[in-house]
């Protein structure tokens, strides 16, 4: 199974660096995805890993180690209108089971 | 191009009520799925479908029934309302890349059901 496990919520400052860590099990993995959700709305795709490494977009990038079961998503000078829930997901051959969300809350 | 639309946006219910979420997409995507969000337990996967005729489980399937018999077209029925189905459902599209990796998913904007 691929149970996905993040932290619940974080606080970080406007203009700060923000990292929100994803551990899995590693059984039945093809890639990890994150994805931003604001309150009300649908969730939206930031990032995808399937090799190990760093991928970088813009002010966001994200990490995976397939061997250890981690992935993390790094944001860089944090705006206000990054407060929102990041969503990491674990995806199998055609459906993704998802994590609980880490709600990130950004302050002046 | 519309995406993935959801109707309706929102829906009271009638605990023992039926009803139908529709979902189409117009991206010509194999995959198709639903979920449920409900607060502190993230988005739970209901049904998903893999292509025209193809329907399987996931992890929240009691309750709910699908059929996929358009690759546009990917509807939600609720056969017997109750309120633990109270929730917010959304419907995602998804292809397939070379025919191996799943790539990402693009979720409708939900729909806000209610049961009482």
């Known amino acids: 199974g691929q149970n996905i496990d993040q932290p619940t919520e974080m606080t970080a400052t406007e203009g700060a660096i923000v990292q929100i860590n994803c551990t899995y099990q590693t059984s039945g993995f093809n890639g990890l995805f994150w994805y931003q959700q604001h309150a009300g709305e649908a969730p939206t795709f930031l990032s995808y890993?399937?090799?190990?490494g760093l991928e970088e977009k813009g002010r966001f990038s994200s990490f995976l180690s397939r061997s250890k079961g981690y992935s993390y998503l790094l944001l860089k000078e944090l705006q206000m209108k990054d407060s929102a829930s990041y969503l990491c997901?674990?995806?199998?051959?055609?459906?993704?089971?998802f994590g609980k969300g880490t709600m990130l809350l950004v302050s002046p | 191009n519309a995406g993935v639309t959801q109707t309706p946006k929102f829906q009271v219910l009638k605990t023992g009520q039926s009803m139908t979420l529709q979902c189409a997409q117009d991206?010509?995507?194999?995959?198709m799925s639903w979920y449920r969000q409900d607060p502190g337990m993230g988005l739970r996967l209901i049904h998903y479908s893999v292509g025209a005729g193809i329907t399987d489980q996931g992890e929240v399937p009691n309750g709910y029934n699908v059929s996929r018999s358009t690759t546009e077209d990917f509807p939600l029925r609720l056969l017997s309302a109750a309120p633990s189905q109270t929730s917010v459902y959304f419907c995602?599209?998804?292809?397939?890349?070379?025919?191996?990796?799943?790539?990402?998913?693009?979720f409708g904007q939900g729909t806000r059901l209610t049961v009482v």
């Open positions: 890993n399937v090799l190990d």
């Open positions: 997901a674990g995806s199998g051959y055609s459906t993704l089971t």
């Open positions: 995602a599209s998804s292809y397939s890349r070379g025919g191996t990796a799943f790539t990402e998913a693009f």
């Open positions: 991206m010509n995507h194999e995959y």
